[in-house]
């Protein structure tokens, strides 16, 4: 269940939010999502897949965290181990709150049921004047970062429909047991497709800014290996 509400001042003064990772805070998560703004940053830790959106068919790209629900291999006992985390799941359980005007500024949002919110612990939102924070002006640079980001990734996933330059995939997790576990339902970049694309459709991407993150996706990749490496020393441990 959630519980959004425009964060106010008044209503919130006294408001804190935990900053510290664990499942018991929602980090137990298989996966989220990652602007392609961020993939040169993401490829370093996370294997970066794409999903379709059932009923839209829209594109959009995830940073994987495990291989099946509720799994994170970066999660231990102390913290996460990655030095970056996706702003959509950095910023939790903060939110963009839009209204029906597009001219409108949009508004800072909290999941008030969220476990990272308390009013013993973690940082404050507020100080005793009901100013900002440091903490909460933070916050609002990232959710900025991320809308602004967002709104960015509409040309990038179009060009890669375009140029027909994502396919289906599957991956064989090996399991403790010695049997393997079939990561499905997930996309990639049609490495063959890229590698034939004429000069001047390469130069297109180029110039639109579209050529990095899609070489960052083909890199991350090789995290795959890693994460099954986390998965097996779990397993073991």
């Given at each position: 269940m959630t519980q959004h509400a425009v964060l106010d001042s008044l209503k919130h003064r006294h408001l804190r939010v935990r900053t510290d990772r664990a499942a018991t805070l929602g980090d137990a998560v298989m996966a989220c999502l990652v602007m392609p703004a961020e993939f040169r940053r993401a490829q370093a830790h996370y294997p970066i897949v794409f999903q379709r959106d059932l009923k839209s068919g829209r594109l959009s790209a995830l940073a994987l965290f495990g291989f099946e629900n509720g799994e994170n291999l970066f999660l231990g006992e102390n913290g996460w181990d990655a030095a970056w985390i996706p702003l959509a799941h950095a910023v939790q359980p903060f939110l963009i709150g839009r209204t029906t005007d597009p001219a409108a500024t949009p508004q800072v949002h909290?999941?008030?049921?969220?476990?990272?919110?308390?009013?013993?612990?973690?940082?404050?939102?507020?100080?005793?004047m009901g100013n900002p924070a440091a903490f909460l002006e933070e916050v609002a640079q990232s959710l900025g970062d991320l809308d602004g980001a967002y709104r960015a990734s509409g040309a990038f996933y179009e060009a890669l429909e375009r140029h027909d330059l994502v396919e289906?995939?599957?991956?064989?997790?090996?399991?403790?047991?010695?049997?393997?576990?079939?990561l499905a339902g997930f996309l990639t970049i049609n490495e063959e497709r890229l590698r034939t694309l004429p000069a001047d459709v390469l130069g297109e991407l180029h110039a639109a800014g579209h050529l990095l993150p899609i070489f960052m996706a083909v890199a991350s990749v090789g995290r795959f290996a890693e994460l099954v490496a986390r998965k097996s020393s779990r397993a073991h441990g």
């Open positions: 909290i999941d008030l049921a969220s476990s990272r919110v308390s009013e013993a612990e973690g940082e404050r939102l507020f100080d005793d289906s995939f599957m991956f064989e997790v090996p399991q403790a047991d010695g049997s393997r576990q079939s």
